[in-house]
């Protein structure tokens, strides 16, 4: 009598939390700051991305059937795989929620003594027509947490135009920001979607005289045939 396996394309794993209150990970996890709790979330998204592309490689998603008609196990598939791939995603899908309850505590918790410093009076100084201030203490965007920076920028193009330097840590590209890039992809779509249209680019920039990296805002059109390659005229890199 051969042995049914009707729930074979079922994790083995229960759905749930994979970690409680109490646990030594959970603890760990109230201890790290702000800026660490966001570094693992990316190593988590980092690694949900490479898992889902196994199950690419099988030809199967988290819900494909692992059996056969009469609830038999799949031939031409890597059974034990992509249970184990799916029990791995399902476990760090939980670790991730997690993370984002914590993280969005934190930011919460940092605006709240932002605002608290409101009174403080501004500072005097400027930095041209192209660039306004986007880090007061009363602006919550302006403290976001970079998620990537640029490496070059090309003389004469849209990005020096509107006042990008290498060296500038992108916070916020139009409606993107740190949780929401998808390592860089969503800003690639925003560029593709908006030439000739201005974008409100966020960046912290690290002055000569300073040791506090301030905040700038831009404006960006990007555009064709301005006498080089691409819309912008600059190189992003992750970080």
């Known amino acids: 009598m051969g042995l049914n396996m009707n729930n074979i394309h079922n994790p083995s794993v229960p759905s749930g939390p994979t970690t409680s209150p109490g646990t030594s990970e959970a603890v760990?996890?109230?201890?790290?700051s702000l800026m660490d709790l966001i570094s693992k979330k990316e190593r988590v998204e980092a690694e949900l991305s490479a898992l889902s592309s196994v199950l690419d490689s099988h030809g199967v998603n988290m819900n494909t059937s692992l059996t056969t008609f009469d609830g038999y196990p799949r031939d031409d598939l890597d059974v034990a795989q992509i249970r184990t791939t799916r029990a791995r995603i399902i476990r760090l899908r939980n670790d991730y929620k997690a993370l984002m309850s914590k993280i969005e505590g934190g930011l919460h918790d940092h605006h709240a003594s932002l605002k608290a410093s409101d009174s403080l009076p501004p500072s005097s100084s400027s930095h041209g027509s192209r660039a306004?201030?986007?880090?007061?203490?009363?602006?919550?965007?302006?403290?976001?947490?970079?998620f990537a920076r640029i490496g070059g920028v090309v003389t004469g193009s849209p990005?020096?135009?509107?006042?990008?330097?290498?060296?500038?840590?992108?916070?916020?590209?139009?409606?993107i920001n740190w949780m929401n890039h998808e390592r860089l992809s969503k800003v690639a779509e925003t560029v593709q979607r908006s030439e000739g249209q201005v974008i409100t680019v966020k960046v912290l920039r690290q002055g000569s005289s300073s040791s506090e990296p301030e905040a700038l805002q831009f404006q960006l059109t990007p555009r064709r045939n301005w006498g080089g390659r691409g819309l912008l005229g600059c190189h992003l890199l992750p970080g």
């Open 132 to 146: 306004n201030r986007a880090g007061n203490a009363g602006d919550a965007d302006g403290i976001e947490a970079s």
């Open 28 to 32: 760990e996890q109230d201890k790290m």
């Open 159 to 175: 990005a020096e135009d509107a006042g990008l330097r290498v060296g500038d840590q992108i916070t916020r590209f139009g409606n």
